[in-house]
């Protein structure tokens, strides 16, 4: 069995996760962690538990040392990636719903207005934080749209969603669960006030998230006040770190295969492929955690009920049994089935709003900029859970 731990990495996994888990596939991949838990790191193992109903996501047990009664607990188990039916089902439908593929083309002319916006403030720039200056900036406005926060109140959205994740970490510090039971606190402070709004002037029921929400389905049960206030902080979270991560990463991915960039720009139809591979490559989520709620055999060990399960994405999207030189970043990679997006019963609701800002972001930047280059050292976000860059300085030119 190797020695490796979530809670305390080696000193190198932040910068380069890949080898160490390439060890843990090759040689333990259902290693087991201090706490009695498992980390799988092969692809089939991690497709299969996604896939069994005897792996529950609800983590009233699990979270109940790391968060005490806190908001944050509040929060957590409430939000319905971390819930089982019935509270799972009710939420999700009402969510999907105001996700069809009709309602993503119509969300796409705005995402394309606004790119078009940011690529005439950076050429004008020539230097910026790829990070702050255009990848945050889109998913902000798409998931400030799909729950039609007013643009002045958009602020401080990004700094509450980065609190209350953090708290997600395997070994989150006291002062980031200070920080992350604030942001609930001063999260739900401000949803009262725009839920009140919305209940006095509603929405359109078939494309505003916190208007289906707070109606719920037509003829079925409405959610608590707990439940609503929760699961819009939960959708206001899900799009935002993640998509900007995706187009963060993204471009890192670009600027470090120069060969694969040039090919984009020649072949611009390969860009939604380019993005899969993007998510196969550093996927913005690396965990996901399940609970068994009865034994299940994995890689030829019986796991007991009970049995925590943390999934590592980054390791199943890199399995060579599944991936042919997984750590190739192919921009014409097909197929791609990666697990980035998670499978199953919780698998991503967004993830086509998530590639289509990813394609419409890569394919505007590349047409508008023949000359994109690293600016200084990129500095990573150093979590486990979450993959991405804090600033990524860049350099633009349009000869
Ligand atoms: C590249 C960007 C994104 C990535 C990598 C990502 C990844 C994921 C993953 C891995 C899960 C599954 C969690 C689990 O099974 O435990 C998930 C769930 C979810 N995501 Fe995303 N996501 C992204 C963008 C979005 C966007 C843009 C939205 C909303 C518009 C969204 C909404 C959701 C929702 C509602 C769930 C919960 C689904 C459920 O529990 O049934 N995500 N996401």
Same mark, same amino acid.
């Given at each position: 069995?190797?020695?490796?731990?979530?809670?305390?990495?080696?000193?190198?996994?932040?910068?380069?996760?890949?080898?160490?888990?390439?060890?843990?596939?090759?040689?333990?991949?259902?290693?087991?962690?201090?706490?009695?838990?498992?980390?799988?790191?092969?692809?089939?193992?991690?497709?299969?538990?996604?896939?069994?109903?005897?792996?529950?996501?609800?983590?009233?047990?699990?979270?109940?040392?790391?968060?005490?009664?806190?908001?944050?607990?509040?929060?957590?188990?409430?939000?319905?990636?971390?819930?089982?039916?019935?509270?799972?089902?009710?939420?999700?439908?009402?969510i999907t719903?105001?996700l069809?593929?009709?309602?993503i083309?119509?969300?796409?002319?705005?995402?394309?207005?606004?790119?078009?916006?940011?690529?005439?403030?950076?050429?004008?720039?020539?230097?910026?934080?790829?990070?702050?200056?255009?990848?945050?900036?889109?998913p902000?406005?798409v998931i400030?749209?799909l &729950?039609?926060?007013?643009? #002045? !109140?958009?602020?401080? *959205? /990004?700094?509450?969603?980065?609190?209350?994740? +953090?708290?997600? @970490?395997?070994?989150?510090?006291?002062?980031?669960?200070?920080?992350?039971?604030?942001?609930?606190?001063?999260?739900?402070?401000?949803?009262?006030?725009?839920?009140?709004?919305?209940?006095?002037?509603?929405?359109?029921?078939?494309?505003?998230?916190?208007?289906?929400?707070?109606?719920?389905?037509?003829?079925?049960?409405?959610?608590?006040?707990?439940?609503?206030?929760?699961?819009?902080?939960?959708m206001?979270?899900a799009g935002?770190?993640t998509t900007?991560?995706?187009?963060?990463?993204?471009?890192?991915? &670009?600027?470090?295969?120069? #060969? !694969?960039?040039?090919? *984009? /720009?020649?072949?611009?139809?390969?860009?939604? +492929?380019?993005? @899969?591979?993007?998510?196969?490559?550093?996927?913005?989520?690396?965990?996901?955690?399940?609970?068994?709620?009865?034994?299940?055999?994995?890689?030829?060990?019986?796991?007991?009920?009970?049995?925590?399960?943390?999934?590592?994405?980054?390791?199943?999207?890199?399995?060579?049994?599944?991936?042919?030189?997984?750590?190739?970043?192919?921009?014409?990679?097909?197929?791609?089935?990666?697990?980035?997006f998670?499978?199953?019963?919780?698998?991503c609701s967004g993830m086509n709003v998530a590639r289509?800002e990813?394609?419409?972001?890569?394919?505007?930047?590349?047409?508008?900029?023949?000359?994109?280059?690293?600016?200084?050292?990129?500095?990573?976000?150093?979590?486990?859970?979450?993959?991405?860059?804090?600033?990524?300085?860049?350099?633009?030119?349009?000869?």
């Amino acid at each position: 069995m190797l020695d490796f731990e979530l809670t305390r990495p080696p000193a190198d996994f932040i910068d380069n996760p890949y080898p160490h888990y390439a060890r843990l596939r090759e040689r333990d991949p259902v290693h087991a962690m201090e706490g009695g838990g498992v980390l799988l790191t092969r692809y089939d193992d991690a497709l299969a538990v996604y896939r069994d109903a005897r792996a529950s996501s609800d983590k009233k047990i699990e979270f109940k040392p790391k968060f005490g009664d806190s908001p944050l607990y509040e929060h957590h188990t409430t939000s319905l990636v971390f819930s089982d039916p019935p509270l799972h089902t009710r939420v999700r439908r009402l969510i999907t719903g105001a996700l069809s593929q009709r309602a993503i083309a119509r969300m796409e002319s705005d995402v394309a207005a606004l790119v078009t916006k940011l690529l005439d403030r950076i050429a004008e720039k020539r230097e910026i934080d790829f990070i702050e200056e255009f990848a945050a900036q889109i998913p902000i406005e798409v998931i400030g749209n799909l &729950l039609d926060v007013p643009r #002045a !109140e958009r602020g401080p *959205l /990004r700094g509450w969603s980065l609190a209350i994740l +953090s708290g997600l @970490e395997p070994a989150p510090t006291p002062e980031m669960l200070e920080r992350g039971n604030r942001a609930v606190r001063e999260f739900i402070a401000y949803l009262e006030i725009l839920i009140g709004e919305r209940r006095r002037k509603p929405g359109d029921y078939e494309s505003d998230v916190l208007t289906r929400l707070i109606q719920g389905e037509k003829d079925g049960e409405r959610l608590t006040e707990s439940e609503l206030c929760h699961n819009c902080i939960f959708m206001l979270n899900a799009g935002h770190e993640t998509t900007t991560n995706l187009i963060g990463n993204g471009m890192w991915l &670009l600027l470090a295969h120069p #060969a !694969e960039m040039a090919r *984009l /720009r020649a072949e611009a139809a390969l860009v939604p +492929s380019a993005v @899969e591979e993007m998510l196969r490559c550093e996927g913005p989520i690396q965990l996901n955690n399940r609970r068994l709620t009865a034994p299940m055999a994995l890689g030829g060990k019986d796991l007991p009920a009970g049995t925590s399960i943390t999934i590592a994405i980054g390791a199943a999207n890199r399995d060579p049994a599944q991936f042919p030189d997984p750590d190739r970043f192919d921009a014409a990679r097909d197929p791609n089935r990666h697990v980035a997006f998670g499978q199953g019963a919780h698998a991503c609701s967004g993830m086509n709003v998530a590639r289509m800002e990813g394609r419409v972001a890569f394919s505007r930047l590349l047409a508008r900029f023949p000359r994109i280059e690293l600016a200084g050292a990129p500095e990573r976000d150093r979590r486990v859970r979450f993959r991405g860059f804090r600033r990524l300085p860049v350099r633009v030119g349009e000869r």
